[in-house]
């Protein structure tokens, strides 16, 4: 059974960071891409960054760049989202999700990715 679980959200300053962690299991980790996903109550969830099974170069949102580092560890089924210069605008819960395509290129859209995790609160005060 596949399974993927967030953790490392929590309440933080503005400027301040936090790593999020994605443990993954019951899958070949390194064969898949896997995203990061955020969403606030009435919007639709957006992609934050993207990291290729084929170890490409990552993908992020514009809101996130320069700020947002992604990196995989496929020995451990792990990725992690490194959230430094943190503004209140990056409140929302943070989501975790793996999903193969044949795609050399990760992509940035929900509908690619078929495993997902329960999602880790996120909470930037100013």
């Known amino acids: 059974q596949i399974q993927v679980v967030e953790s490392g959200g929590g309440a933080v300053q503005a400027g301040g960071s936090l790593r999020l962690s994605c443990q993954a299991s019951g899958m070949i980790f390194a064969g898949y891409h896997v995203a990061w996903f955020r969403q606030t109550p009435g919007k639709e969830r957006e992609g934050v960054s993207c990291?290729?099974?084929?170890?490409?170069?990552?993908d992020y949102a514009d809101s996130v760049k320069g700020r947002f580092t992604i990196s995989r560890d496929n020995a451990q089924n792990t990725s992690y989202l490194q959230m430094n210069s943190l503004k209140s605008e990056d409140t929302a819960m943070y989501y975790c999700?793996?999903?193969?395509?044949?795609?050399?290129?990760?992509?940035?859209?929900?509908?690619?990715?078929?495993?997902w995790g329960q999602g880790t609160q996120v909470t930037v005060s100013s």
């Open positions: 999700a793996a999903g193969f395509t044949s795609n050399f290129l990760c992509p940035l859209a929900v509908n690619e990715y078929r495993h």
């Open positions: 990291a290729s099974w084929s170890r490409g170069t990552p």
